[in-house]
């Protein structure tokens, strides 16, 4: 499996809360062949991939279960948000009922209840796919650090699942973001909704692990499945 690494600082003057996920948005429109004219994106939030595609296309589906979010995504005559939750088969049934060449999923599938079952309905589907989902060396240090199990699945694990339903090929994305202190890293964690709001450790443990991480940055892994 490939592996690609990339080094960033934050700059807290721009608020960019989002900064890795507009990375792997990027890098996942970088391994495109084709340029796809009718777009499905599973878990669009506010629009990330849609503002990232810079070509012609006929339409655009966003599905997202965050209503917040569908209303911060670009609208257009062209361009359709609907309210959706990937977790819910019946998701997938009435998805088959739009048109799109290509399914897009960046930075959600990690949030997936039982993501056999959501691989399964995805490729019910039957188009390529690009798919972005983050793995359990997000932070890595962070988590052996506060003596916590990694809340995500491991990139080996889910490769493994979707080998039983796509013919695809896998790329590990290992991004640092370097702060300038350790309280904007910890204002990052919480903002930027990669830790999927676990609210496990108390103030003072909170406090303590603040004190007692090693790093100046955070630590984000990423696998793409990418099928053309
Ligand atoms: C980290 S954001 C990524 C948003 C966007 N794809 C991007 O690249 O910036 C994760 C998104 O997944 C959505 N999400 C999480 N679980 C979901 C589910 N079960 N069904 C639909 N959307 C979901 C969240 O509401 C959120 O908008």
Not at 102 to 123: G, M, P, T
């Amino acid at each position: 499996m490939k592996i690609s690494s990339e080094f960033s600082k934050y700059a807290l003057e721009y608020n960019t809360y989002n900064i890795i996920q507009k990375k792997v948005v990027k890098k996942l429109l970088s391994k495109l062949n084709y340029k796809p004219k009718s777009i499905l994106d599973l878990g669009c939030g506010s629009g990330a991939l849609c503002r990232a595609i810079d070509w012609k296309y006929d339409s655009f589906l966003g599905v997202d279960f965050a209503q917040g979010m569908l209303d911060l995504h670009p609208k257009s005559k062209n361009i359709k948000c609907i309210y959706g939750d990937f977790n819910d088969a019946s998701l997938f049934e009435n998805l088959a009922r739009y048109e799109y060449e290509h399914i897009f999923s960046a930075s959600s599938l990690q949030w997936a209840q039982d993501l056999e079952s959501v691989f399964k309905n995805i490729k019910s589907l039957n188009r390529p796919i690009s798919l972005a989902i983050f793995t359990s060396g997000t932070f890595e240090t962070l988590n052996k650090t506060a003596k916590l199990n990694p809340l995500l699945r491991s990139a080996g694990a889910i490769k493994k699942l979707s080998e039983k339903y796509f013919k695809a090929e896998f790329e590990v994305l290992k991004y640092k973001l370097e702060f300038e202190s350790t309280r904007d890293m910890f204002r990052y964690i919480k903002k930027s909704g990669v830790s999927g709001s676990r609210n496990v450790l108390t103030y003072r443990q909170t406090k303590k692990l603040m004190q007692e991480y090693p790093l100046n940055y955070l630590e984000f892994e990423i696998l793409l499945i990418i099928s053309h």
